[in-house]
């Protein structure tokens, strides 16, 4: 099983200057987020929290979608085959091979996604995976235009609504896209195959890791970067310098604009480039505003 | 790529008195273990946190194994292979497929996993996912016997030193086993293929699950079951309850003996019988007790 016409289509994608451009991005340097803390902790597998979640939960929300066979994808090919080896009839037992494509269903994007050296999902710090979700709402102006970006504007405008980004944060983008998962509207791909959805521009997720030094951003779409995008401009400007990403995010309208914590359960397959995560928001009372 | 010789394995393992065995279990009703908290959540996706986690907490820990391909399995098989679908020379990004048994590394047994009718890993509510984390200290009689199981006596002992099991939780096994798994000693299989590691004894699991209803027991080894078991008792008298097992987990000596709560990063593929988990676990301050 293999991804039919899929290398071409890429290939074509990442063009010569695309290649230059995130060369470029890693020549700038791929430095670490600093962790949520010190590290104090005994180990790489464990992290103090007292900066983190020393608050009270009131609920929690499951941030992830179902996966079938037939899921959506960025490629618009079949990601996910699932391989019967024993049925409790008549093995006593039910057991299955997933022949799985690590950029599926709700996923993230490991650095290493994106560049040659950038960390893999499984070298992520435990302290990069417990961190501040804060998320911005574009429904609004992604429904008049399903090419709409989250714009540094976008980013201004909640601060002054409801502060400072905080450090080491997931900064979602809600653009209503997740209510489409089921239908041709999430890929949303026209005639010539050019898709049609929302995503981060270059210039927020240049600001959130020059001025803010978040740890994640995700999406509620297929892609960080928009639909049309031809050079995976937010892809390469953000990956490269070791943070991470998150796609196809589902239930963020179930949170509140800060105030929650995000639990990152990504897969620790060694060396691999992202892969199907859990994400579990954990929320405080109230508004959720800290 | 299949499992060679395993399905022959298998069949000889499961006798028909165990089928029969597992029937029964059934018919004895496949009782859901009441949620968290009444459902008041708003979806499926979302559950009040009131009575589970409304505390503080101080640090986290990663229960989750890092996994390769020669990961120790239950049946000595290889259970994980990647294939590079894209490379960042000259693809300009790095993309893998994984083909893997749903059973490899730190792992979720799903119900159905053990049962016709049983939920699948997507199909548990967020509810039963976010619990309370006891901890069974058994390392010292497993260093003695490898055959060791966590039996009723091991619990009442540790309910005269730290209280009553809570309701909903995970009740883990801390066997020491976890510090073997990049050796043989952890599969520790003897010169007839009989495989020598410590897990929960049937009548234990009994309890757990009748007089202290939790949602879920959690190993240390590759399997929920002792390694010469060969019936697998425990796993058939406790997930086809509708109840879940995690196998193989990590660093469970870093946990307190109770007053940890567990987060479950199990799979949301449709219909999966468990599968690869990320689990974190969030501490409170002191020494953990609640």
Same mark, same amino acid.
């Given at each position: 099983m293999c991804v039919p016409g899929t290398r071409e289509a890429v290939l074509k994608q990442l063009s010569r200057r695309d290649f230059l451009k995130a060369t470029a991005a890693l020549m700038a340097g791929a430095m670490l987020p600093a *962790?949520?803390? #010190?590290?104090? &902790? @005994?180990? @790489?597998e464990e992290v103090e929290l007292a900066g983190v979640i020393g608050q009270r939960f009131k609920r929690a929300v499951d941030l992830t979608h179902v996966i079938t066979e037939d899921f959506p994808t960025y490629f618009g090919t079949q990601n996910l085959d699932i391989e019967t080896l +024993?049925? +409790? /009839? *008549?093995?006593?037992f039910n057991m299955y091979r997933w022949h799985l494509v690590e950029h599926t269903g709700t996923h993230m994007d490991a650095p290493f996604h994106f560049s040659p050296d950038g960390m893999s999902a499984d070298q992520l710090p435990l302290s990069m995976l417990i961190v501040p979700l804060v998320v911005v709402d574009i429904r609004e102006k992604a429904e008049e235009n399903p090419d709409a970006q989250l714009t540094l504007e976008d980013l201004r405008r909640w601060e002054r609504r409801h502060g400072r980004i905080p450090k080491d944060a997931c900064m979602a983008m809600n653009s209503g896209w997740s209510d489409k998962v089921n239908t041709p509207e999430f890929r949303n791909a026209d005639s010539n195959g050019v898709m049609h959805f929302p995503g981060f521009h270059v210039e927020a997720v240049e600001f959130l890791l020059e001025e803010r030094r978040v740890n994640g951003i995700a999406v509620d779409t297929l892609s960080l970067d928009y639909g049309p995008s031809a050079d995976f401009a937010t892809h390469y400007r953000w990956l490269p310098t070791n943070r991470w990403g998150m796609e &196809?995010? #589902?239930?963020? /309208? #179930?949170?509140? *604009?800060?105030?929650a914590t995000l639990i990152v359960g990504s897969p620790k397959i060694a060396g691999c480039t992202g892969g199907i995560s859990r994400l579990i928001a954990l929320v405080p009372g109230g508004n959720g505003d800290d």
């Amino acid at each position: 099983m293999c991804v039919p016409g899929t290398r071409e289509a890429v290939l074509k994608q990442l063009s010569r200057r695309d290649f230059l451009k995130a060369t470029a991005a890693l020549m700038a340097g791929a430095m670490l987020p600093a *962790p949520v803390v #010190a590290a104090s &902790a @005994s180990r @790489s597998e464990e992290v103090e929290l007292a900066g983190v979640i020393g608050q009270r939960f009131k609920r929690a929300v499951d941030l992830t979608h179902v996966i079938t066979e037939d899921f959506p994808t960025y490629f618009g090919t079949q990601n996910l085959d699932i391989e019967t080896l +024993f049925t +409790f /009839d *008549p093995n006593g037992f039910n057991m299955y091979r997933w022949h799985l494509v690590e950029h599926t269903g709700t996923h993230m994007d490991a650095p290493f996604h994106f560049s040659p050296d950038g960390m893999s999902a499984d070298q992520l710090p435990l302290s990069m995976l417990i961190v501040p979700l804060v998320v911005v709402d574009i429904r609004e102006k992604a429904e008049e235009n399903p090419d709409a970006q989250l714009t540094l504007e976008d980013l201004r405008r909640w601060e002054r609504r409801h502060g400072r980004i905080p450090k080491d944060a997931c900064m979602a983008m809600n653009s209503g896209w997740s209510d489409k998962v089921n239908t041709p509207e999430f890929r949303n791909a026209d005639s010539n195959g050019v898709m049609h959805f929302p995503g981060f521009h270059v210039e927020a997720v240049e600001f959130l890791l020059e001025e803010r030094r978040v740890n994640g951003i995700a999406v509620d779409t297929l892609s960080l970067d928009y639909g049309p995008s031809a050079d995976f401009a937010t892809h390469y400007r953000w990956l490269p310098t070791n943070r991470w990403g998150m796609e &196809a995010v #589902a239930n963020l /309208d #179930a949170l509140p *604009p800060r105030g929650a914590t995000l639990i990152v359960g990504s897969p620790k397959i060694a060396g691999c480039t992202g892969g199907i995560s859990r994400l579990i928001a954990l929320v405080p009372g109230g508004n959720g505003d800290d």
